[in-house]
């Protein structure tokens, strides 16, 4: 039975869809609006946004008219079907919703409306990798403790990514690399400022794409697949060559067998005509199948390119709502932490300069292994948004606890704590209790 299916029995069993609380009517948020809109069982009740209009306009633009913005009757509107818009996402925890997805892009907001949410009894479905990148296992732990569902969402790269990943390894492959296609060269020096004319012409957030072209996006979505599938970084920054959808196997298998990878199960990506799709590149050494795949149009082998040659952001996340209600399952979250996103110096920082965080002026995103960076005293790209630069640093330099200082009064820096804790082996429940 399909999920819609499924979500209109659900309806008729209870006599209210799925609500949904949203946090962030940006690009995204105004996407997912639009489309849980059109999806019977679903609706969206309730929107947080610092800009309440945002909000308002996100529900006009999906038909929903009549939208209560202020009020001591919030929850009984929402039961009511009535839509509601609120200035403080952490409100949404105190609705009568059934799960919150946060769209805000903001590590800090995303710690504060996961943690909370998941202690208010509803399940988190995110839209915010830069968040899980940093606290997801922590998040996902605490969920499985609390008997709910903490989820990145359908539609990103590493979910779609990590469908294939399950599939591949489901028929009897290993997993060689896993990956994804940008369709650009990264350019760390890229700001919003000198993107803001193409930002402008794209009708996106200047941030946003700076995150984009200067390489953020890609390091985060490709940590969030690593600890999500259990697959490794084999180096700082990963390969990243150019490839087509055909040299796909030919490019991501070991050097040893022409390829440019140093170890197998690993995450990458590659630049050219392979975005906006994503790719798992699979190994089999038995005779049978090499036999079998070749006759069925695959290739010589013994290394295969599954391959899904798109992903539909905010068009495909109310799938991993769908999941996590009727499936209780999540789409994606941490198994491992295997991956670190680590904070570079886009230029030189002068000694007293505060961080202004994920693309903005002053720092892009680098992945490597869990390993490496811990060894380094290296710091994660979500902490550092409003830390203090505590000497000058020359560009390029990638940053640790002597460069710089984060505020350790945020949520994301104290749950940061906890999760370090927990890779230490502490029970979850402790952790919280403390």
């Given at each position: 039975m399909s999920y819609v299916d499924r979500?209109?029995?659900?309806?008729?069993?209870?006599?209210?869809?799925?609500?949904?609380?949203?946090?962030?009517?940006?690009?995204?948020g105004i996407g997912f609006v639009a489309q849980?809109?059109?999806?019977?069982?679903?609706?969206?009740?309730?929107?947080?946004?610092?800009?309440p209009e945002r909000g308002v306009r996100a529900f006009e633009r999906a038909g929903r008219r009549d939208v209560l913005t202020d009020g001591d009757g919030l929850a009984v509107a929402v039961a009511q079907g009535r839509?509601?818009?609120?200035?403080?996402?952490?409100?949404?925890?105190?609705?009568?919703?059934?799960?919150?997805?946060d769209a805000s892009g903001v590590p800090e907001v995303g710690a504060q409306v996961a943690f909370n949410g998941l202690l208010a009894g509803k399940d988190v479905a995110m839209l915010n990798v830069e968040c899980d990148v940093t606290i997801g296992l922590l998040l996902s732990t605490l969920a499985s403790g609390l008997g709910r569902v903490?989820?990145?969402?359908?539609?990103?790269?590493?979910?779609?990514?990590?469908?294939?990943?399950?599939?591949?390894?489901?028929?009897?492959?290993?997993?060689?690399?896993a990956g994804k296609g940008k369709n650009n060269p990264l350019d760390p020096t890229a700001t919003p400022a000198s993107l803001a004319d193409r930002a402008a012409a794209k009708g996106m957030n200047p941030h946003m794409l700076a995150s984009f072209v200067d390489g953020s996006k890609t390091m985060i979505e490709m940590a969030a697949l690593a600890n999500g599938a259990d697959l490794k970084v084999a180096r700082r920054g990963m390969t990243g060559p150019h490839s087509t959808v055909d040299s796909l196997s030919a490019?991501?298998?070991?050097?040893?067998?022409g390829g440019r990878l140093t170890e197998t199960g690993v995450v990458d990506y590659c630049t050219?005509?392979?975005?906006?799709?994503?790719?798992?590149?699979?190994?089999?050494?038995?005779?049978?199948?090499?036999?079998?795949?070749?006759?069925?149009?695959?290739?010589?082998?013994?290394?295969?390119?599954?391959?899904?040659?798109?992903?539909?952001?905010?068009?495909?996340?109310?799938?991993?709502?769908?999941?996590?209600?009727?499936?209780?399952?999540?789409?994606?979250?941490?198994?491992?932490?295997?991956?670190?996103?680590?904070?570079?110096?886009?230029?030189?920082l002068a000694a007293g300069e505060l961080i202004d965080g994920?693309?903005?002026?002053?720092?892009?995103?680098?992945t490597d292994s869990a390993a490496a960076a811990r060894a380094g005293g290296h710091v994660p790209l979500g902490l550092v948004g409003g830390a203090r630069v505590?000497?000058?640093?020359?560009?390029?330099?990638?940053?640790?606890?002597?460069?710089?200082?984060?505020?350790?009064?945020?949520?994301i820096a104290s749950l940061r704590r906890l999760q370090e804790r927990l890779l230490l082996g502490e029970p979850v429940r402790e952790l919280i209790a403390a």
């Open positions: 979500l209109r029995k659900r309806e008729r069993e209870l006599g209210r869809p799925v609500r949904v609380g949203l946090v962030g009517a940006g690009q995204m849980a809109g059109r999806i019977d069982g679903m609706e969206v009740a309730a929107i947080a946004d610092i800009a839509p509601v818009v609120v200035d403080d996402a952490l409100a949404l925890t105190r609705l009568p919703i059934d799960v919150i997805v903490y989820t990145v969402c359908r539609g990103d790269e590493p979910v779609e990514c990590k469908a294939l990943v399950d599939y591949t390894r489901d028929i009897g492959f290993s997993v060689v690399c490019t991501f298998r070991p050097e040893a067998d050219g005509p392979v975005a906006p799709g994503v790719f798992v590149i699979g190994h089999t050494d038995d005779p049978v199948v090499i036999e079998e795949m070749a006759y069925l149009g695959m290739g010589p082998g013994p290394y295969y390119t599954f391959y899904r040659p798109y992903h539909l952001a905010s068009v495909e996340a109310p799938l991993s709502v769908a999941e996590a209600v009727l499936d209780r399952k999540p789409s994606l979250a941490p198994i491992a932490w295997n991956a670190e996103v680590l904070a570079t110096a886009k230029r030189d994920i693309g903005g002026e002053t720092v892009y995103g680098i505590l000497r000058d640093v020359p560009v390029g330099t990638v940053l640790t606890t002597e460069d710089i200082a984060i505020d350790e009064t945020t949520t």
